[in-house]
């Protein structure tokens, strides 16, 4: 097979894999009359299965749970109906499962038809065949992982501190549970977990003491995948003994027992999977938001697929820009910090830009999977490396013109609001394209600023550190826009701001993204601040060119501040506690005019958040 063969293959297989997409999000057409048998039967056996009425609200929070692979409308739902946290708890898990075996057949039959049809080398089919099975086991250990860290020790923890999470990071820094990094400097991760002694004390252990049955099975089919890759030549790319060692890094790092080599050993990981850079990218365990406490690395486990047609523009060139000309502003006052500078900037010129779909995906991405990433996590190894920049710009659109019209926007957003971010959604995807470089590719190229080796450690003493990261990566992309601006993109970027600060609003009991939440309550502050929003009984939006100009300087100034917070490596909750606080289990802003809103819309989300628009007429736009 020849390269130029191959590459029409992957095309075809890009558009399987998208037609599949598309497929998923037909599920939506149930809720109106457009919808077939079929659908309807799976989304109501599932509400039947936990227990749940057989309404159009809760359709909706199964097809987002089953569709959109989001927790938080159903757990909304089964709250809402009276269930107890523990009942919750157990039906959130069955709703795991069920996620879990549906997708793992669609894997099944997506690999079933490439097969078939001979698409790709003999090596990229093994290697489909490889992630699958390991994939499988990955999404058993998902369970157990689940349950001992988020549902187990970390609700003792809270139990036991009276919900004062300072004092469990206290505990964790004194008592030294927290994974040996590099050098012997407390991690910024772990791959371990927390077990209770019989003293009442708690001990780190490694996953695979931990879950012994269940890092085994990943182990052996680990094993059995690196096997029988071995067997085939990649003769498209020659990149066969750089997947073995990969495959061999990670079975080593599962396998490893002694609590101060896991960090080393997985950033061993991270090294031999930088040097991976085919079409066809194997996701192993990076992320760390569901533990908020030992930061435990999740079961995470996918394939994705690049499309060779797309770019990013001119968003890496415009970061750079933007960095050079801010840190420059900022040295005086932020002495010995060029080595911070010269780092960053260098790992944003190796960033290697994978612009594509997700093809498979397994364990904790059954419970979410993100629309970009920016990995790996290992600062050390990014030094080395560099950084991967996964962004899936079709699925994402895809997926928002699916999606019905919901009462909710109708109800707090203004009607030209809602038709501006329409007419570039349905009618203008250059555009939305264009918006989208800007505001995510910008993003996770906004996470790569500002970083030392140590300050996600340094900075993360109370715990905050990714509950100011995500604004401070969604900033930098709003930053560098301003610092290179297009007239025409101006209001479309606002608006998108707007829509997406309000929107993370209804995250705020979802755990595992509280940082996002965060991050929607300090672009709320800035926004109300401004005076680009307003709340009198109904949100008033203000989108002149002067209200425009004022939340830009409120950036500008606002970033400065932050990246200066960085360089100086203080504590994240000294900047999260200007704008939010927590109240009780829930951040809340410290701004009363903000706070009022947002208990405003919190409210509305839980009474109205799943219904759908009944007044508006999607189909004038899809004409």
């Known amino acids: 097979?020849?390269?130029?063969?191959?590459?029409?293959?992957?095309?075809?297989?890009?558009?399987?894999?998208?037609?599949?997409?598309?497929?998923?999000?037909?599920?939506?057409?149930?809720?109106?009359?457009?919808?077939?048998?079929?659908?309807?039967?799976?989304?109501?056996?599932?509400?039947?299965?936990?227990?749940?009425?057989?309404?159009?609200?809760?359709?909706?929070?199964?097809?987002?749970?089953?569709?959109?692979?989001?927790?938080?409308?159903?757990?909304?739902?089964?709250?809402?109906?009276?269930?107890?946290?523990?009942?919750?708890?157990?039906?959130?898990?069955?709703?795991?499962?069920?996620?879990?075996?549906?997708?793992?057949?669609?894997?099944?039959?997506?690999?079933?038809?490439?097969?078939?049809?001979?698409?790709?080398?003999?090596?990229?089919?093994?290697?489909?065949?490889?992630?699958?099975?390991?994939?499988?086991?990955?999404?058993?250990?998902?369970?157990?992982?689940?349950?001992?860290?988020?549902?187990?020790?970390?609700?003792?923890?809270?139990?036991?501190?009276?919900?004062?999470?300072?004092?469990?990071?206290?505990?964790?820094?004194?008592?030294?549970?927290?994974?040996?990094?590099?050098?012997?400097?407390?991690?910024?991760?772990?791959?371990?977990?927390?077990?209770?002694?019989?003293?009442?004390?708690?001990?780190?252990?490694?996953?695979?003491?931990?879950?012994?049955?269940?890092?085994?099975?990943?182990?052996?089919?680990?094993?059995?995948?690196?096997?029988?890759?071995?067997?085939?030549?990649?003769?498209?790319?020659?990149?066969?003994?750089?997947?073995?060692?990969?495959?061999?890094?990670?079975?080593d790092a599962f396998g490893e027992r002694d609590s101060a080599k896991l960090i080393p050993r997985w950033a061993d990981v991270d090294r031999k999977w930088m040097k991976i850079t085919v079409p066809l990218q194997i996701g192993h365990p990076l992320e760390y938001y569901e533990d908020r406490y030992k930061k435990a690395v999740a079961p995470e486990w996918d394939l994705r697929i690049a499309n060779p047609e797309s770019n990013a523009g001119e968003v890496k060139n415009e970061i750079q820009a933007m960095y050079a000309l801010l840190y420059s502003e900022l040295k005086p006052e932020a002495p010995h910090t060029e080595h911070i500078f010269e780092n960053a900037l260098e790992s944003t010129d190796k960033v290697q830009l994978y612009l594509g779909r997700p093809a498979l995906w397994y364990g904790a991405e059954f419970n979410g999977l993100f629309s970009a990433q920016v990995v790996p996590n290992d600062e050390v190894v990014t030094k080395e490396e560099g950084k991967k920049i996964f962004a899936f710009a079709d699925n994402v659109l895809e997926a928002t013109r699916a999606k019905p019209f919901m009462k909710i926007q109708r109800e707090v957003f203004p009607k030209a609001f809602l038709d501006q971010s329409r007419e570039v959604l349905f009618k203008k995807p250059r555009l939305w394209h264009e918006i989208y470089n800007i505001t995510t590719i910008g993003h996770e190229f906004g996470h790569i600023l500002w970083i030392d080796d140590d300050t996600e450690m340094r900075m993360n003493r109370t715990g905050n550190f990714k509950n100011i990261e995500e604004f401070k990566a969604t900033a930098g992309g709003l930053v560098a826009f301003f610092t290179h601006e297009k007239d025409a993109l101006k209001p479309h970027i606002l608006n998108d701001t707007i829509k997406r600060a309000v929107g993370l609003?209804?995250?705020?009991?979802?755990?595992?993204?509280?940082?996002?939440?965060?991050?929607?309550?300090?672009?709320?502050?800035?926004?109300?601040?401004?005076?680009?929003?307003?709340?009198?009984?109904?949100?008033?939006?203000?989108?002149?060119?002067?209200?425009?100009?004022?939340?830009?300087?409120?950036?500008?100034?606002?970033?400065?501040?932050?990246?200066?917070?960085?360089?100086?490596?203080?504590?994240?909750?000294?900047?999260?506690?200007?704008?939010?606080?927590?109240?009780?289990?829930?951040?809340?802003?410290?701004?009363?005019?903000?706070?009022?809103?947002?208990n405003y819309y919190w409210n509305l989300h839980q009474s109205i958040g799943q219904l759908i628009d009944e007044e508006s007429d999607k189909e004038a736009w899809l004409a």
């Open 505 to 598: 609003i209804a995250w705020k009991e979802t755990g595992e993204v509280e940082p996002y939440y965060c991050e929607g309550l300090i672009h709320l502050s800035g926004l109300f601040k401004s005076g680009v929003l307003a709340f009198k009984n109904r949100l008033e939006i203000d989108m002149s060119d002067t209200a425009y100009e004022r939340i830009k300087a409120w950036y500008l100034s606002t970033y400065k501040e932050l990246a200066l917070h960085y360089l100086h490596k203080k504590d994240a909750g000294d900047f999260l506690y200007r704008y939010a606080k927590r109240e009780g289990k829930y951040f809340m802003p410290t701004d009363e005019k903000v706070k009022y809103f947002v």
């Open 1 to 251: 097979m020849t390269k130029k063969q191959f590459l029409e293959d992957l095309d075809a297989v890009y558009r399987l894999v998208t037609q599949k997409q598309r497929d998923l999000h037909r599920f939506y057409d149930i809720l109106t009359d457009k919808g077939d048998a079929k659908r309807r039967i799976i989304i109501d056996d599932f509400l039947a299965s936990l227990g749940l009425e057989i309404t159009n609200e809760n359709r909706m929070a199964a097809i987002t749970r089953l569709v959109s692979l989001r927790e938080d409308a159903l757990l909304q739902r089964l709250k809402k109906a009276g269930f107890s946290e523990e009942e919750i708890i157990e039906k959130k898990e069955q709703a795991y499962l069920r996620v879990a075996d549906f997708y793992l057949k669609r894997h099944q039959a997506l690999i079933d038809e490439i097969e078939e049809a001979k698409l790709l080398s003999p090596f990229y089919r093994a290697l489909l065949r490889g992630v699958h099975e390991v994939g499988k086991a990955m999404s058993g250990w998902q369970s157990s992982w689940t349950a001992h860290i988020i549902d187990g020790v970390n609700r003792e923890l809270y139990r036991l501190f009276n919900g004062d999470e300072e004092k469990i990071f206290e505990m964790l820094h004194e008592k030294d549970l927290f994974d040996r990094g590099h050098g012997e400097e407390k991690g910024d991760r772990s791959y371990s977990v927390l077990v209770k002694q019989q003293d009442g004390s708690f001990k780190s252990i490694p996953y695979v003491e931990a879950f012994e049955k269940e890092v085994s099975g990943i182990i052996e089919a680990l094993e059995k995948f690196k096997a029988d890759l071995s067997i085939y030549e990649d003769d498209i790319f020659w990149q066969k003994e750089a997947h073995l060692a990969y495959l061999q890094a990670i079975i």
